[in-house]
């Protein structure tokens, strides 16, 4: 039981379900989209919430920083997070 | 199409030339900048009112909106910059805001800020900071953020970015003449601004510090550009400013060893890439400025309201059926209202003819009005009431905020075939009559994904289609006429999506654009602004297509005299016009 808080699982983004909360850890994309990730909130430690997802669960909706931003489950694949 | 009006670029040159005499102070430059959903747009209409100019800038499909007012003998001209999140050199917009205020160097720059939104607003502003312009923060929409109980400290914001901030709600316009005001005395060297940076932590300021060290060394470059932001530029690998530095730098490669060295060094020390460090520094800086002025009184409702609406519109199975009726709802305005009004000036322009032909003596000039003018006008006119309504119909969409909603609903499916979930709206309109479809492929941001919906969208059958299609199918399958019909229907949907495959896969390769993008608030839209973009486009599409309408028939007139040459002069034009 213990081992379960201790171990911090860090998985993609597109592996949180609806309603969960998560930490970013890495971004692991590169050029133009890690840009845009991290201009729209995505830096290390920011705290977010994946709200829903639309149909065949793509795109995936996220509160990050306040505000509601939407990313295609390709572009959630290249965020490593941690969920909380 | 993407050239700006032959006037304008001269007049603009000429304007500019004077406001950067010292001597002749008469005219103020303010350029507005802001994040998209800031309420830019109402901003600068509350600014500039009726009195706007639309073109585009130098050289790019850029829209440039810019307006003149005149306030107790100043004249103040107001430069509204695209909508970006950011400053990199990622996006056409964002490469055109910098590089306007790098070369054009306004007097000080306006940004918008939402309030209840301040770090990722605050991100750009910080980032327009560092060209080196006087720069006035408008936290905008402070009602809102009071509704949620968001309190800013604006004087000590300002004391600790070194920015003066002025409260305003753009859709009432309060705060609009004190803003106004502050702008006016920051240009005027009366109000300081920007006495400060952003401080990057000590091990970026060091690495920074040495770059300048090296830049400095070039008196001409040192003149020509903020330094902090070249060396900061530089250290988040900024293609743009490495390019400056190799075409216009004395000593490039002296700078680019010293830049990889330190940013290897910072790499090294972070473990992270420096354009990344450099990012999660800004926010970093943001956050500790906002922790000292920003009280949240009261957590956000548990569900607000924009969320209760979502939980309908981008359900899982009503979201796409909801984005039908609300597509439906568009057309049946647009075509439903505009193709009687069409019918009537169309048969206006007949009577004109019909006048004219009666009063005037038979020969070339009665010729010429009738056929070529009247002809030629006529044709544009007729889809101006498509075209009005359209665009009311889409700004209400924008400015409600459901825009990006049916992006979200629509994006699975388009995305299959290289598309962008807005894509759609261009298709479905289509589906009426190209010529509004085309000019709807506005609401897609990348140049790409516009130019691919462009291309497919006149494939799908439509008004004008339908009829000649229905025709032939008749003529040819007199048995199963229907099915033949719903038949080429389908195909030209189908050739649509497939052509639009074959095209990203060709013509258009390249890095995938990201899809990242806000979904605002849902937010009441201003009357007064849906009937500004509406008057702006429809103006821009007379202007566009008029000019080039015109010269057309008045060519066709002239190469095609005899009446049956002329009809198939006309065909010629109306094929390039549909493709």
């Known amino acids: 039981m213990n081992t379960e808080i201790l171990e911090k699982t860090v998985t993609d983004l597109s592996q949180i379900v609806s309603g969960k909360k998560f930490k970013v850890a890495k971004i692991t994309a590169a050029g133009e989209i890690r840009r845009r990730l991290l201009d729209i909130g995505f830096i290390k430690n920011q705290t977010g919430c994946v709200i829903r997802k639309a149909l065949l669960k793509d795109p995936i909706e996220i509160e990050i920083k306040g505000a509601m931003v939407s990313l295609r489950r390709s572009e959630a694949k290249l965020i490593n997070v941690e969920e909380i | ?579």
């Open chain 2, 1 to 579: 199409m993407n050239t700006p009006g032959p006037q304008a670029p001269r007049r603009m040159r000429r304007r500019f030339g004077r406001g950067n005499h010292p001597e002749n102070k008469n005219i103020i430059r303010i350029a507005l900048a802001g994040n998209p959903n800031s309420g830019k747009t109402s901003i600068f209409n509350a600014l500039t009112g009726q009195h706007q100019h639309i073109g585009n800038y130098p050289g790019v499909t850029v829209e440039k909106k810019s307006g003149l007012i005149n306030i107790d003998g100043k004249i103040i001209e107001f430069i509204d910059l695209p909508g970006t999140y950011s400053l990199s050199a990622y996006s056409i917009e964002e490469i055109v805001s910098r590089d306007f205020v790098l070369n054009e160097k306004p007097d000080v720059i306006v940004d918008v800020l939402d309030s209840s939104n301040l770090d990722r607003h605050l991100y750009l502003l910080l980032q327009f900071q560092e060209l080196g312009v006087p720069i006035v923060g408008a936290l905008n929409m402070t009602d809102e953020a009071e509704e949620k109980g968001i309190h800013i400290n604006g004087e000590q914001l300002s004391t600790i970015l070194g920015i003066p901030f002025v409260k305003t709600v753009g859709n009432t316009g309060a705060g609009i003449d004190l803003l106004l005001d502050v702008a006016i005395k920051v240009a005027g060297g009366e109000l300081e601004s920007n006495k400060r940076h952003l401080n990057y932590g000590n091990h970026v300021e060091l690495a920074h510090n040495a770059i300048i060290d090296t830049l400095e060394l070039d008196n001409k470059f040192k003149q020509r550009y903020s330094m902090h932001w070249i060396a900061i530029k530089l250290l988040e690998k900024d293609r743009d400013a490495e390019r400056k530095i190799k075409n216009e730098h004395q000593f490039a490669d002296m700078v680019f060893s010293v830049t990889t060295e330190w940013r290897q060094w910072l790499e090294k020390h972070y473990s992270e890439d420096s354009e990344v460090v450099i990012g999660e520094q800004r926010y970093a800086y943001i956050h500790g400025a906002i922790k000292e002025t920003v009280i949240q009184f009261r957590k956000r409702k548990v569900i607000d309201i924009t969320e209760q609406i979502d939980r309908i519109v981008l359900n899982r199975y009503l979201g796409i059926p909801i984005f039908f009726a609300v597509m439906f709802v568009i057309y049946q305005i647009t075509f439903a209202l505009g193709n009687p009004l069409s019918d009537g000036i169309s048969a206006g322009c007949g009577q004109l003819s019909k006048l004219l032909t009666d009063i005037m003596p038979v020969g070339v000039l009665q010729d010429l009005l009738t056929n070529g003018i009247i002809n030629g006008v006529g044709g544009v006119l007729t889809f101006l009431p498509l075209v009005i309504l359209l665009f009311m119909g889409l700004s209400f969409l924008e400015d409600t905020g459901y825009m990006s909603r049916a992006a979200f609903v629509m994006d699975k499916f388009l995305h299959i075939f290289g598309l962008h979930g807005r894509s759609f709206i261009p298709f479905m309109i289509s589906t009426g009559c190209a010529v509004p479809g085309i000019m709807s492929a506005r609401v897609l941001a990348n140049r790409k994904d516009r130019i691919v919906t462009i291309l497919v969208s006149p494939l799908m059958m439509c008004g004008a289609k339908a009829p000649v299609v229905a025709m032939l199918v008749a003529a040819f399958f007199p048995e199963n006429s229907t099915l033949i019909f719903w038949n080429v229907w389908l195909f030209g949907w189908l050739m649509a999506f497939v052509l639009a495959l074959i095209f990203k896969r060709s013509l258009f390769r390249g890095e995938q654009t990201p899809f990242v993008m806000e979904l605002p608030p849902y937010r009441r839209p201003l009357f007064k602004n849906v009937i500004i973009h509406m008057w702006e486009k429809s103006s821009e599409y007379i202007k566009k297509a008029g000019t080039v309408i015109l010269a057309a028939s008045i060519v066709v007139w002239f190469y095609f005299p005899t009446q049956n040459r002329r009809r198939n002069g006309w065909m010629f034009i109306e094929i390039i016009l549909h493709l």
